[in-house]
C-alpha cells in the first residue's frame, strides 16, 4: 500500500460526460501529480500541484482541469468526454522541498471507460 | 532530460538472477538514477534509487559503474510475482517534486 488513495476504482460513463477523480496523497507530501496512462500511449504526465498551487503542466488538454484543496486532496475533472479518453488515471504524491532523490508513490489508479 | 535506453522486453526463468541495462549517456552532473515496476493495472512502485557506484536494498540492487552512463537493476532469484515493466528514469536529484518522464520500460516476463 502505497498510502495514496484514489477514487473511484472504476468508472464507466458516456461520451459528453463529464467525470470527478478524487486523490489523497500521503500523509505530509505537498505535491500532487496527475498521469494518464493508455495502451498507445504509455504513461504520460498530466499536472502538478504543490501545496495547492499549480507547478508544472504537461499534455493536459484543455478539457480536462485540476485542483488541490487546502487539506491537499486533489481532484481530476475530465469533460467533453471522448472515446479516447479511456485509460488508467494514476494520482502520485511527493515529500516537498529540495529533497535529493525524487521519488513519487503512486496510487492504484483509476480505470475511466467512455462509451 | 537525459534519455534513457532499455529493452523492451526480457524472459527469465524463476530462480534465476535478472539484469536489466539501461542507457543514459547524455546523464548530468545532478542526476539520479531511479527505477521502477509495475504489475498490469497498477500504478508504478518505486524500487531503487542511486547516483553512483552500489546501491542495495531488500528488492533489488543497483550498480552503476564509473562514468554513469549507464546503470543495471538486478533482481536476485526472480519469482513469476516478479513479472511486470520496469522503468528507469534518469533526473535531478537536486529538484525534488518534478514529474517523472517515463519511457516503454522492460517487459520482464518470468516463467515457471
Known amino acids: 500500500d502505497s498510502g495514496v488513495t484514489q477514487t473511484p476504482k472504476h468508472l464507466i460513463t458516456a461520451t459528453g460526460q463529464r467525470v470527478t477523480l478524487r486523490c489523497s496523497p500521503r500523509s505530509g507530501d505537498l505535491s500532487v501529480y496527475w498521469y494518464q496512462q493508455s495502451l498507445d500511449q504509455g504513461l504520460q504526465f498530466l499536472i502538478q500541484?504543490?501545496?495547492?498551487?499549480?507547478?508544472a503542466k504537461g499534455n493536459i488538454l484543455e478539457r480536462f482541469s485540476a485542483q488541490q484543496f487546502p487539506d491537499l486532496h486533489s481532484e481530476l475533472n475530465l469533460s467533453s468526454l471522448e472515446l479516447g479518453d479511456s485509460a488508467l488515471y494514476f494520482c502520485?504524491?511527493?515529500?516537498?522541498?529540495?529533497?535529493?532523490?525524487?521519488?513519487?508513490?503512486f496510487g492504484a489508479g483509476t480505470r475511466l471507460s467512455v462509451l | 532530460l537525459a534519455k534513457t535506453t532499455q529493452p523492451i522486453s526480457m524472459d527469465s526463468y524463476e530462480g534465476q538472477e535478472v539484469n536489466i541495462t539501461c542507457s543514459h549517456n547524455n546523464i548530468a552532473t545532478n542526476d539520479y538514477i531511479t527505477w521502477y515496476q509495475q504489475f498490469p493495472s497498477q500504478g508504478p512502485r518505486f524500487i531503487i534509487q542511486?547516483?553512483?557506484t552500489k546501491v542495495t536494498n531488500e528488492v533489488a540492487s543497483l550498480f552503476i559503474p564509473a562514468d554513469r552512463k549507464s546503470s543495471t537493476l538486478s533482481l536476485p532469484r526472480v519469482s513469476l510475482s516478479d513479472t511486470a515493466v520496469y522503468y528507469c528514469l534518469v533526473g535531478d536529484g537536486l529538484r525534488g517534486n518534478t514529474p517523472l518522464v517515463f519511457g516503454k520500460g522492460t517487459r520482464l516476463s518470468v516463467i515457471a
Open positions: 500541484y504543490y501545496n495547492g498551487e499549480e507547478r
Open positions: 502520485a504524491s511527493s515529500v516537498d522541498g529540495v529533497r535529493v532523490g525524487n521519488i513519487q508513490y
Open positions: 542511486g547516483y553512483k
